[in-house]
């Protein structure tokens, strides 16, 4: 390039830029870097970054995001005049590992009055930090023991699950990510069903309910489920969290059975609970569990009511209470605070059910103490909240991933996933009956450049006729030439 048509080109390409620029010369010499893109690759001086496509190979590793060493590294695909953009990539040093860095790259090649390529520039824009931010996230949604599942509202699919949700029903990974949530139903048995349906369509909060979740095994374990409107990048999604109320159905089933099973199942289940007799809500037993988790004895409760010795904290929560059982008989999931002995109120999950014991009435009354539960959901929002304050990675970064469970295996081989679009355009006019000619005045491309797109695209997907192209992309849904 002469000095004129340095300086034309260079404006060219950095003006309005703050990315990195690396120039690279027809026959793979690194000409010239910003002071951005050699800051993006730990480097002093354009020498560092090596004189030659070559040289650069020999200084960093490159992997895209999927883990895959790539056949063909973006330098050298630019020097071949491909054109892509938006690709992310892992590099680091191979002189000092530790410096690492992840890229999003995007060519640029710049053509004469010709049509030829006239200079070809490397962008590049670190985005490292947004990529530890979704790491971060992964690992705190992952070990967070609080059973969750995300799913994306526009199609309704699973599209995260953490080990908690996956301990608790026995199901593998893929066997939710990708799922819609009527293939795996979390809101299956739901006491108001068609309520959390509508708002899970409306995209609003799920109130808490019991609900029956069907497992892999064929059995079913009851749960309290909610949901929470969240937005990952532009994807609104719902964050469904779970408590686990097998325990409590356990005990009531065995309660039910005889009296002497009931004692028996009373005394000993680790949930803390209450009997209560109807008639006057006073407490005639409690298990060694309540004493454990809230600290009151039975010379404190026996013969008085809740009330009296200051279980509820608030009397409106009381209040609620008594009335669900008043007219319903049954109490299922009501959350509220209530007060240790001690006067500390702990987040507590309250369920109530009539029985009969002999022929008078009682409430069964079981008390979850979900004051860590809530702390977990708490600090799952907040990393959450975290990763949405910069949303620009999300979107292409893990939505772009997770369109692909939209259609699965309708490519197999994953060609026209790496197409480039100027590739995209030239296989869309092969398959319609254009020549090289007619592409060419079409493209507003020399013959030259055809030939050179024609070639990348038939390397790229294994072929070497343009009849066997044409049948591909019939195959594979570009539309063809017309007939007659």
């Known amino acids: 390039m002469t000095d004129g048509v340095d300086r034309s080109e260079l404006r060219q390409i950095v003006a309005g830029l703050t990315d990195g ?35 650069y190979r020999s200084r960093f590793r490159l992997r895209y995001r999927d ?12 020097v071949a005049g491909e054109t892509f953009r938006d690709e992310v990539v892992d590099l680091a040093s191979v002189a000092e590992p530790d410096l690492a860095f992840v890229h999003s790259l995007r060519s640029l090649v710049v053509t004469d009055a010709g049509g030829d390529p006239s200079c070809r520039a490397l962008i590049l824009r670190d985005v490292t930090a947004q990529y530890e931010a979704e790491e971060r996230f992964e690992r705190t949604f992952s070990a967070n023991p609080a059973p969750a599942v995300i799913c994306r509202l526009s199609d309704l699919r699973h599209v995260k699950v953490n080990a908690g949700f996956l301990e608790m029903t026995g199901h593998l990974r893929d066997a939710v990510v990708g799922r819609s949530v009527y293939e795996v139903d979390v809101l299956a048995g739901a006491r108001q069903r068609e309520l959390a349906i509508e708002r899970l369509h409306a995209g609003r909060t799920i109130p808490q309910m019991e609900a029956r979740l069907e497992l892999p095994d064929g059995g079913s374990r009851f749960v309290i489920v909610a949901g929470q409107p969240i937005e990952m990048g532009d994807e609104p999604c719902m964050l469904f969290t779970f408590a686990d109320l097998e325990l409590r159905r356990k005990a009531e089933t065995a309660l039910r059975q005889s009296e002497e099973r009931l004692e028996k199942a009373f005394r000993l289940t680790p949930v803390p609970t209450l ?66 002995r001690d006067g ?32 977990n959901e708490r600090e799952l929002f907040s990393a959450i909240e975290a990763v949405m304050a910069d949303t620009s990675w999300f979107s292409r970064g893990l939505i772009e991933k997770l369109a692909g469970l939209r259609h699965p295996g309708r490519r197999g081989d994953g060609a026209v996933l790496n197409l480039t679009l100027r590739e995209r355009q030239m296989l869309e006019l092969i398959c319609t009956g254009f020549g090289d000619e007619a592409i060419s005045r079409r493209l507003g491309l020399s013959r030259n450049t055809v030939r050179n797109h024609t070639a990348a695209l038939y390397r790229k997907l294994g072929l070497h006729k343009r009849s066997e192209v044409i049948v591909w992309g019939r195959n594979n849904g570009f539309p063809s030439a017309p007939t007659g």
């Open 67 to 78: 883990g895959a060493a790539p056949a063909a590294w973006p330098l050298e695909r630019l």
């Open 21 to 55: 620029v690396i120039l690279v010369e027809d026959d793979g010499r690194i000409a010239w870097a910003n002071d951005a893109a050699l800051a993006m690759h730990g480097a002093g001086d354009l020498g560092a970054l090596g004189d030659s496509v070559g040289g």
């Open 344 to 375: 500390e109120e702990l987040d507590s999950l309250v369920a109530a059910e009539r029985i009969a014991i002999g022929d008078d009435a009682f409430l069964l009354v079981v008390l979850q103490d979900i004051t860590d539960r809530k702390r």
């Open 275 to 340: 009997l209560l007799r109807v008639s006057d809500r006073a407490v005639t037993g409690i298990n060694a569990a309540f004493t454990r988790v809230f600290g009151y004895g039975e010379d404190a409760v026996i013969g008085a009511t809740p009330i009296r010795f200051g279980l509820f904290s608030r009397d409106a929560a009381r209040e609620l209470f008594e009335g669900m059982v008043e007219r319903t008989e049954v109490a299922s999931g009501f959350e509220t605070c209530l007060r240790h």
